[in-house]
Nanobody, 125 residues
Framework: VQLQASGGGLVQAGGSLRLSCAAS????????MGWFRQAPGKERDFVAG????????DYADSVKGRFTISRANDKNTVYLQMNSLKPEDTAVYYC???????????????????WGQGTLVTVSS
């Protein structure tokens, strides 16, 4: 599985961006997919996730109501729509495939096996 993240860029506070994560090699196959972000000098944190089979979603408290995760089966792609962006959203964003057995651990980076290369989001104030 190869994951290709794209869509990052520079945006002013209050603006929007949509990130994409396209899989190649193999399909997501009913897996749970997650978005994480890592700001300079900080740990990689869970942002949002989606269960491929039933579209169940999870969000970090910091992005609830502003970010929306979705997926397109025919394109084997996961999206992260980011609205009302804040300077504190500035980070490199990564998509990843969950390998765990329970959604209780979807926020842990250790439960993901394949990662995209990351796409930089910069929000100016």
């Amino acid at each position: 599985v190869q994951l290709q993240a794209s869509g990052g860029g520079l945006v002013q506070a209050g603006g929007s961006l949509r990130l994409s994560c396209a899989a190649s090699g193999r399909t997501f196959g009913g897996r749970y997919m997650g978005w994480f972000r890592q700001a300079p000098g900080k740990e990689r944190d869970f942002v949002a996730g989606i269960n491929w089979s039933d579209s169940g979603t999870d969000y970090a408290d910091s992005v609830k109501g502003r970010f929306t995760i979705s997926r397109a089966n025919d394109k084997n792609t996961v999206y992260l729509q980011m609205n009302s962006l804040k300077p504190e959203d500035t980070a490199v964003y990564y998509c990843a495939r969950f390998m765990g057995n329970t959604r209780a651990v979807v926020t842990s980076v250790d439960e993901y096996d394949y990662w995209g290369q990351g796409t930089l989001v910069t929000v100016s104030s």
